[in-house]
């Protein structure tokens, strides 16, 4: 079972001046520790359900090239990229620039934005769900094609380019994987099967949600005719690993024996004394599971 860590707080320590040494400083000892990978939100505000608006955020991919500078082995990525935040081709170039500079480490997380109160604070367009929809799918396919030999225009009914010219190639073989973030039965997880080599499922729906989630993704495999067993299976978990880690390793396991290979856990506390606990007493444990 691999370990991921979400960085989803800059609040900690409290001064600015401090976030940029303390983000380095978490990722380097989560690497050393053995954390599988490193990913952030893609948001411009703090969400409001959790905390306050106004708290401290920074550009997802940004932060992300100065943590590639930091570490060495860790895949990097965004949990997950809003699909109206940027044009498909900016996008797929901008997971290009990480993945050249990272050595290859690069993943594109990716799924229907949906914090309103961002994107109208932003001028983001906010468009119906159905459209967002629509408008990954398209964005799915505009990177696979900017990710192949094929340069040529793309037209689609949200997009269109009329060359798709993506230089250089990432380093990643064959590409940058795909990871599609959302637990939705009907389109996110269709668009899993049809498109992704990941998905992303939040753990505090239980065992029984993300087995049920899992069934439903292995029947929209099958109507695909695509191997279920190809799709890499990673959650959110929603068991605190460092309050009760007996409690957490019981909640991993049993994602363990449904086929999911990584778990995603936030710091709660300074991030730095996360990181480092995390590699005392919860790594060395985990290594049995899976």
């Not at 990097?76 to 050595?103: I, N």
């Amino acid at each position: 079972m691999k370990l991921g860590l979400h960085y989803w707080n800059y609040s900690t320590p409290a001064d600015p001046a401090a976030i940029a040494p303390t983000l380095a400083q978490t990722a380097t000892v989560a690497e050393q520790a053995g954390v599988a990978s490193f990913t952030v939100m893609d948001h411009f505000f703090q969400m409001d359900a959790v905390f306050a608006a106004e708290e401290p955020m920074l550009e997802a991919y940004t932060t992300l090239g100065y943590v590639a500078a930091m570490t060495q082995r860790m895949t990097l990525g965004v949990l997950v990229t809003g699909v109206m935040y940027r044009y498909p081709g900016l996008l797929a170039k901008t997971v290009t620039t990480l993945d050249v500079l990272s050595g290859g480490r690069a993943r594109l997380g990716i799924g229907a934005s949906w914090y309103e109160r961002e994107q109208l604070g932003l001028g983001v367009p906010v468009v119906p769900v159905a459209e967002r929809f629509e408008r990954l799918e398209e964005t799915l396919r505009i990177c696979l094609q900017m990710w192949s030999a094929d340069d040529g225009p793309f037209n689609g009914q949200h997009y269109q380019l009329a060359e798709t010219i993506n230089s250089p190639q990432p380093l990643s073989r064959p590409r940058p994987p795909i990871m599609i973030g959302g637990g939705g039965e009907k389109k996110t997880l269709l668009l899993v099967a049809r498109y992704a080599d990941a998905c992303n499922l939040f753990g505090r729906g239980g065992i029984d949600d993300i087995s049920r989630k899992l069934d439903v993704l292995r029947g929209h495999c099958a109507a695909e005719g695509r191997d279920y067993d190809t799709i890499e299976k990673t959650v959110v978990a929603s068991q605190a690993p460092l309050d009760d880690t007996d409690a957490f390793l019981a909640e991993v396991s049993g994602y363990a024996a449904l086929g999911v290979s990584e778990v995603q856990v936030t710091p709660d506390r300074d991030p730095i004394e996360f990181a480092r606990r995390l590699g005392d007493e919860v790594l060395p444990r985990l290594a049995d599971i899976g």
